[in-house]
Structures are given as structure tokens and as C-alpha cells.
């Protein structure tokens, strides 16, 4: 079978299921005087139901995974009596579950059905965890709550970043990723808010410790999240209960023309082949030794109030004061997207906010000014908007099928985190408060993710190249002719039908 042949039969494998109901429904918004509108439409009701569902969920996310930080502030590791030692490994502990977890989740979400009750079971359970935290006495106790709570936080990033790969094109996902990260930045700046309203009012309120109050507030939010989530989220392409039969079969139409097949596992597709086919893809591994090496130099985000304390005011003011470079972070996230989206552009717009926030450590290792030293932080929180940009060039790359996609994000986020659990242990408490050491390390942590970014622009240069030159092969072999013929039945020109057979290219 031709390849022509072989994505026409991928198409209408796709698309038969909604033709009937299209047909029952007497419409069709592929017709061409209505397509832009019926697509524009279709867009807006996925940006204002799914966005906002998944940027607060994703803002819950971070909160109670890192308000075990805002809790030292205000006496967690006097009361459960631990060592500096024991806090490092309260915060890394996390990750020890939170890394291995994300691949068997992709792989199992890219096979259900309904990821709405699977995606809020797994909030509802995080939610719970985290209240669990506020109850514990002990180091084992707050041990345990780490490790579990890292179990369903697992499935939410990877999975989100899944899911929106499954509705968006290559052109839209940027931006509209970056809308979900800069809810993890909001969620720094109000994450820090909301601890600080916490630690400052509920501290002896019922005999309770504020620091426990942040758990057991906070937990609670996320619960009712959780459920609410059931129902805003949209399942697939295929079978979203809130979309018409019309629109689930245009929303399957725009991506199968956005990469040239359809976004469709083929029926013999197994949970395992798209592991072995993430696993033998070079690129797969580059991304993720680029990932864990970006993370664990951006790994200051487990430490930010403690870095903001090193500047010598009191809690409150240290957490209030956390939140404007988070907030920076989240506007300079969204246009830089905006941008990668427009040009399609995705190397410099990643590794060029590393190589801002080497700068942001060169500035802290060469003063304790309070104010060269705060504007370091601006500057160190800015390079989250190159990691915005990970997952989507994955899913770039990586396209398809979605068996292999859904594997690979698991694969670069699941190791990708292991810097953060790397980047838990250089952030001594022995070396503030001018952390020369940890930012030495973090800094050599950014050149070689910068490395490595550069070095898949250059594999992603060399596939464009060698699909361009098959395709030059065919139009300049026998397969010329049928074209032209092609393009007579068609009506239209022979340059027009060549434009039509333009392949997929990756973006670099």
C-alpha cells in the first residue's frame, strides 16, 4: 500500500464513526462557507472550558506540593523534629514516587476512555493526601503523606499536556500550554499569598498550629476541585460528551491535516508498543537527559521562599515578596509563547531563558545587595518560560502516533523530575545564605541542558532535510505523471497539487 493509499484508509478509519451522526444531524461544518467560523467556534469552547478547568487545577497542584516549604517557615520542622538532613528528604522524597508514576499514567490515559473521571479521581486523591500531611507528628508520618500524595500528582502534568496535544494543533499548543504553566507561576505568587494570610491569621485557631491549617485548607480546595473537574473537562476528539456529532468529527479533522494522518492508534496498537516505540526514538532520550538536567538546574523553585528570606525580613514579608517575580514570570511565559506559536520557533524560545537565568545566578554570586539580589530572583523565575516550552516540543517532535506520544511525555517528565529531586539536596541549609555552591551547580546544569537542546535542533534540521529531499524524489520520479492527471480530475494546477502534498515538518 502507497503512503498516500495507506493515510487516506488512517482518515477514514477516523472519521467514519461520527459520519453517520453528521448525517442524522442533516449539517456538516466542513463545508467550506462555514469551516473558518464552525473552527474558530469550536476553539473558543475548548479555550474557555478547558483551559481555565486545568490552569486551576494545575495552580492547586503546585500549592500543596510545595507548601511544605511555606510550612518551615512557620515551625513544621520544630514540631515534627527534624534535622536539616530529614527536610531535604521530606521535599525529595516526592519525587521518588512523583518521577516513575508519570509513564505507566500516560501509557494507561492514553487507553481510557473518559480521562475526565480518571484526571479527577487523581485531584481528589491528592487533595486528600495533602489534608493528610496537617495531621501527622513525626517524620514518618509527613514521610508517608510525600510519597502518596507524588502517586496521583503523577498523572496531572503529563496528562494535561496530553490531553491538550489531543484537541490542538502544532500552531496552537504553545500558547495554549504556556496558559496551563503560567498557573504553576500564578500559583508561586499565589501560593505564597494565601500561605502567607494562613501562617499570619490561623496560627492557635481550634489549638491548631498554622502550619496545619495550610494543609488542611488547602487539601480541602483541591478535593472540591477534584470533582468539579468530572464534568468541565473534555474526554477525546471522539466521544466529548458536550460537543455535537458536527463538531467531534471537526475537531478529529483539524489534527489529522495538521500532521498528515490521523491522530488515531491503529486497532492492533498495544499499551507497550508506544513504549517500545518511545524507547528506540533517539530523540526521546535527548529530551529527557535535557529535562532533568533543566530541572535540576531550575530546581531554586522547591527553595524560593528560602532564597527570599536570605534577603533578612520577617515570614510575612518574605512570602509577600516572593510573589511579584512569579507573577513577571507568568506574562513573560504567555508572550514568549505567543511568539513560538506565531513563528513557529522553539529552540531560542527555550534555551534562551536558561541562558537569563545563568545570568540571574551570576548577579546573586557577586552580591548580597538586597537589591541586585532581589532582581536576580526576577530574572531566575524566567526561566520557567523555557520549560513551558518542553512538553510541547516533545509533542512536536514526537507526533504520532498518540501510543508513542502519550509514552514519551511521560518518559520526559517522569525523568526530567528527577533534577528536582537532585536539586532538593544542593540547596543546603549549610551554605545560606549565599548558596555560591548550589547556584554553581545549578548554572552548569543550564549550559548542558543548553547543549542538549541544541543538539535536537540539529536531529529535528536533519529529518526536515531528508523528508524534503523524498519528496523532491517523488515529484521528480514516475509518480510525476499521476499527479499531473490527478490534478486535471481535480481542477487545479500541478504547482497547487504539489503544494497540497507539502508533508509534516518538525519545528526547531
Wanted: proline share 4%.
Amino acid at each position: 500500500m502507497s503512503k498516500e493509499d495507506y493515510v487516506g484508509e488512517k482518515k477514514r478509519e477516523s472519521y467514519e464513526e461520527d459520519a453517520g451522526a453528521i448525517a442524522a444531524g442533516g449539517y456538516d461544518l466542513l463545508v467550506p462557507e462555514v469551516r473558518r467560523s464552525a473552527e474558530r467556534k469550536l476553539v473558543r469552547k475548548l479555550d474557555f472550558r478547558l483551559l481555565p478547568t486545568i490552569v486551576v487545577i494545575f495552580l492547586m497542584n503546585y500549592i500543596d506540593r510545595v507548601a511544605v516549604t511555606s510550612a518551615r517557615l512557620k515551625g513544621l520542622e520544630a514540631d515534627l523534629g527534624l534535622t536539616d538532613v530529614q527536610y531535604d528528604t521530606v521535599v525529595a522524597i516526592l519525587y521518588a514516587s512523583y518521577c516513575p508514576a508519570q509513564i505507566p499514567s500516560n501509557m494507561l490515559l492514553n487507553y481510557v476512555t473518559r480521562p475526565t473521571f480518571y484526571i479527577g479521581t487523581c485531584v481528589i486523591l491528592w487533595g486528600l493526601t495533602s489534608a493528610m500531611t496537617g495531621v501527622t507528628h513525626n517524620f514518618a508520618g509527613i514521610i508517608a503523606c510525600r510519597v502518596f500524595i507524588g502517586l496521583p500528582e503523577a498523572a496531572f502534568y503529563p496528562g494535561a499536556m496530553y490531553l491538550l496535544s489531543r484537541w490542538y494543533t502544532r500552531k496552537e499548543l504553545a500558547f495554549r500550554s504556556a496558559i496551563l504553566y503560567a498557573g504553576l507561576l500564578v500559583s508561586n505568587a499565589f501560593g505564597s499569598l494565601i500561605a502567607a494570610g494562613i501562617l499570619g491569621n490561623m496560627d492557635g485557631k481550634l489549638g491548631i498550629a498554622a502550619w496545619r491549617w495550610l494543609f488542611y485548607i488547602e487539601g480541602a480546595i483541591t478535593m472540591f476541585i477534584g470533582f468539579q473537574a468530572m464534568w468541565l473537562l473534555p474526554d477525546y476528539p471522539d466521544n466529548t460528551r458536550w460537543l455535537s456529532p458536527a463538531e467531534r468529527h471537526l475537531a478529529q479533522v483539524r489534527l489529522a491535516e495538521d500532521a498528515g494522518e490521523a491522530d488515531k492508534d491503529s486497532a492492533e496498537a498495544s499499551v507497550f508498543e508506544g513504549f517500545v516505540m518511545a524507547i528506540k526514538d533517539p530523540k526521546v532520550w535527548v529530551f529527557m537527559v535535557m529535562t532533568c538536567s533543566q530541572l535540576l538546574g531550575l530546581s531554586f523553585i522547591n527553595f524560593f521562599p528560602t532564597l527570599t528570606g536570605t534577603l533578612g525580613y520577617s515570614t510575612t514579608i518574605t512570602l509577600l515578596m516572593s510573589a511579584p517575580p512569579w507573577i513577571f514570570a507568568a506574562i513573560a511565559t504567555l508572550v514568549n509563547a505567543w511568539n513560538a506559536d506565531r513563528t513557529g520557533e522553539r529552540f531560542f524560545h527555550m534555551t534562551a531563558w536558561w541562558w537569563v537565568v545563568m545570568v540571574g545566578y551570576i548577579i546573586s554570586l557577586s552580591t548580597m545587595a538586597t537589591g541586585g539580589r532581589y532582581f536576580s530572583l526576577f530574572l531566575m523565575t524566567t526561566g520557567y518560560c523555557g520549560f513551558t516550552l518542553t512538553l510541547v516540543w516533545v509533542s512536536n517532535a514526537i507526533p504520532r502516533p498518540p501510543a508513542k506520544r502519550a509514552v514519551a511525555m511521560g518518559l520526559v517528565n517522569g525523568f526530567g523530575n528527577a533534577g528536582n529531586l537532585m536539586g532538593s539536596y544542593i540547596w543546603k541549609a549549610n551554605w545560606s545564605p549565599e548558596y555560591h555552591q548550589s547556584m554553581i551547580i545549578a548554572l552548569c546544569a543550564l549550559a548542558f541542558a543548553s547543549f542538549l537542546s541544541f543538539v535536537v535542533r540539529c536531529m529535528l534540521v536533519r529529518d526536515n532535510k531528508r523528508m524534503e529531499r523524498e519528496e523532491v524524489e517523488i515529484m521528480q520520479g514516475p509518480d510525476r505523471e499521476r499527479i499531473e492527471e490527478a490534478a486535471k480530475l481535480e481542477g487545479i494546477s500541478f504547482e497547487e497539487a504539489i503544494r497540497r502534498r507539502k508533508g509534516f515538518r518538525y519545528l526547531y
